[in-house]
């Protein structure tokens, strides 16, 4: 009888184990709902996404993808062309901003272009923004003027003065001087962990943002070893969601913010 009560009282210890806690990863919305997503109700980098994701309990940030017009304004949108997901066609870079004030996303919504000056920074108090600046002009076949980058960002005081918690996150180590008197952190993507360290060793980014697939837990911990945060992104199904959760990084990215706030509450 006392081996019974034993053995019964092991199980009910181990069905009683917490889950490892998670509670020094970020989560952050990715395109604010998520790519990709079909459950997604708006369109990602909409403003109503946006507004959406801010509003979820356990939601920590947005990534938002940012273009720069033809006029030298910042537009939020993810893919190169317009023609897949809008009404139009063509490249944000070679486009004025009158033109991209009547675009629309080709949802059941049809949410417009979203210009970053309408972003309300409010709403953004203790929360993580993450600029991600796309840094070429595929009609074009050429690289952004980096200054007018530079002019755009230091158009907005909310970027630079210390209030939010800003991150930019370059694919093109070259831009990293311009930035860097900025006091915002930058972070360096990347889909080869041995392009992250040697970037990491050469370059005073303050991390690297890598998808799910392409860093082990072992490769995180040797940036956290050597000082640099890691962002994981290229997340969207319970498995993919757990195994980055697992990796520990200082921030998950996800396509999936419900799914992704559940696994970590």
């Given amino acids: 009888m006392r081996f019974k009560m034993c053995f019964w009282g092991l199980l009910l210890c181990v069905g009683c184990t917490k889950n490892e806690n998670f509670s020094d990863v970020k989560i952050i919305g990715h395109g604010a709902v998520g790519l990709h997503n079909p459950s997604s109700i708006y369109h990602d980098n909409s403003g109503e996404a946006i507004d959406y994701a801010l509003g979820q309990a356990g939601c920590e940030g947005v990534e938002i993808d940012v273009q720069l017009s033809k006029d030298g304004s910042f537009w939020l949108f993810h893919d190169p062309f317009l023609e897949q997901e809008t009404n139009e066609s063509g490249c944000i870079p070679q486009l004025n901003d009158l033109f991209l004030s009547h675009v629309r996303y080709k949802t059941l919504k049809k949410e417009r272009l979203f210009r970053f000056a309408e972003l309300d920074f409010s709403r953004l108090k203790n929360k993580t923004l993450m600029l991600d600046l796309r840094h070429y002009d595929y009609c ?17 005081p909310a970027l630079i003065n210390g209030d939010l918690e800003v991150i930019v996150l370059l694919n093109l180590k070259e831009w990293y001087p311009h930035f860097q008197d900025f006091p915002f952190a930058m972070y360096y993507y990347t889909d080869a962990y041995s392009d992250a360290v040697s970037t990491v060793n050469e370059v005073p980014f303050d991390g690297v943002v890598m998808r799910n697939n392409a860093i082990r837990k072992e490769e995180v911990n040797w940036m956290h070893s050597h000082g640099k945060k890691v962002i994981i992104f290229e997340v969207r199904s319970p498995k993919g969601i757990k195994s980055a959760f697992k990796k520990h990084p200082d921030y998950l990215v996800t396509d999936d913010l419900k799914a992704t706030i559940i696994e970590k509450y």
Avoid at 140 to 145: M, Q, R
């Fill in 140 to 156: 074009a076949e050429a690289i952004i003027d980096v200054q007018k980058v530079v002019d755009q960002l230091t158009a907005f």
